[in-house]
């Protein structure tokens, strides 16, 4: 990378800048309501070839956009210049190692809550190591938290808003307040959503297991890819409601995001899974690091080379 990382460039209002030229009023709907949608995008560094692969960039543009729709915020770019901008961010910081791309859409100006607009954008890469503590863990000790995932009646969790993520905020407090790395969501029906930041899978007699998209959930692209891996490999995928006391007795488990990739479930409420990486999550994470590096032949069409371009 050219710059560190309290200097990197972003891409704010149609300009790239120096991260601390970048400012939003504090008035601002966004500022006071968290009235924006978001993508974290993951980016990863192929050294063989001197590529960085873009994972499944065209996805969460698409979900940026079902966010923005669902939230009745006005567009100010198209998909096109959506790509543009992170594609140019990129190559301006001249990233050589994996990332994660903030690409958010906001609510600018001085109106409030029921404001549509004036809307703009910022797109902010940053290393992957610098994200949350959570997502650099090499397994994971979870609790059931006592806070229900927020449902499709009250505040959506199909749709990627900052606001949610303070539903996310009172599970995850909770899970380190208590000594846990992070927490597992039952939805309003008592039933396995999903965690705070990520989705859920759990593995029974070689069968993959996750909660339905209608269980509360974020229709994830990783859970879409692991989904995907999981049938190229043979293995039985089930979509369905899950009980809270199967998590105990599950041969393995695994929280996956785009920020988290596969990362192991090593217990729940102190009820041990598995005391290291197992079988079946292994080979899922391998497969899925291949297809985030362009080194899946099948699924060639997940990555773009941003240096190609
Ligand atoms: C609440 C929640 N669920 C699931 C996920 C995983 O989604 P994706 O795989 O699209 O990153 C995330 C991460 O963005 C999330 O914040």
């Avoid at 009250?154 to 307040?177: D, H, T």
């Avoid at 920020?259 to 290291?276: K, L, N, Q």
């Amino acid at each position: 990378m050219k710059y560190d990382v309290e200097n990197r460039r972003i891409w704010f209002k149609g300009e790239i800048l120096n991260v601390n030229d970048a400012k939003i009023n504090i008035l601002a709907p966004t500022s006071q309501f968290g009235l924006n949608v978001f993508e974290g995008i993951p980016g990863y560094w192929n050294s063989d070839n001197g590529q960085l692969y873009i994972f499944r960039l065209e996805d969460h543009i698409k979900r940026l956009e079902k966010s923005m729709k669902l939230m009745q915020i006005d567009a100010s770019y198209g998909f096109d210049e959506i790509k543009k901008a992170i594609i140019d961010t990129i190559k301006a910081n001249e990233y050589d190692e994996n990332i994660s791309i903030r690409t958010t859409t906001f609510v600018d100006g001085f109106g409030s809550w029921g404001s549509s607009e004036p809307s703009d954008m910022f797109v902010a890469p940053i290393s992957r190591g610098k994200t949350s503590a959570e997502y650099n863990k090499k397994g994971l000790n979870c609790c059931i938290t006592s806070w229900r995932r927020i449902d499709d009646t009250v505040l959506s969790p199909r749709i990627k808003c900052g606001a949610n993520y303070i539903n996310s905020r009172m599970g995850q407090r909770e899970a380190l307040r208590n000594g846990y790395d992070t927490c597992i969501f039952l939805n309003s029906q008592g039933k396995i959503s999903e965690g705070p930041g990520s989705c859920f899978f759990m593995i029974k007699n070689n069968k993959i297991i996750t909660p339905k998209l209608t269980d509360s959930v974020l229709e994830s692209i990783t859970r879409d890819t692991v989904i995907k891996l999981a049938l190229d490999a043979g293995l039985d995928v089930e979509e369905r409601t899950i009980d809270r006391t199967e998590l105990y007795v599950a041969d393995e488990a695994f929280l996956c995001g785009s920020a988290m990739e596969i990362t192991p479930v090593y217990s729940v409420d102190r009820y041990e899974i598995t005391s290291e990486v197992g079988k079946i999550t292994k080979m899922l994470h391998k497969k899925y690091l291949d297809a985030a590096m362009g080194k899946d032949k099948l699924h060639q069409d997940w990555v773009t080379g941003v240096y190609d371009l």
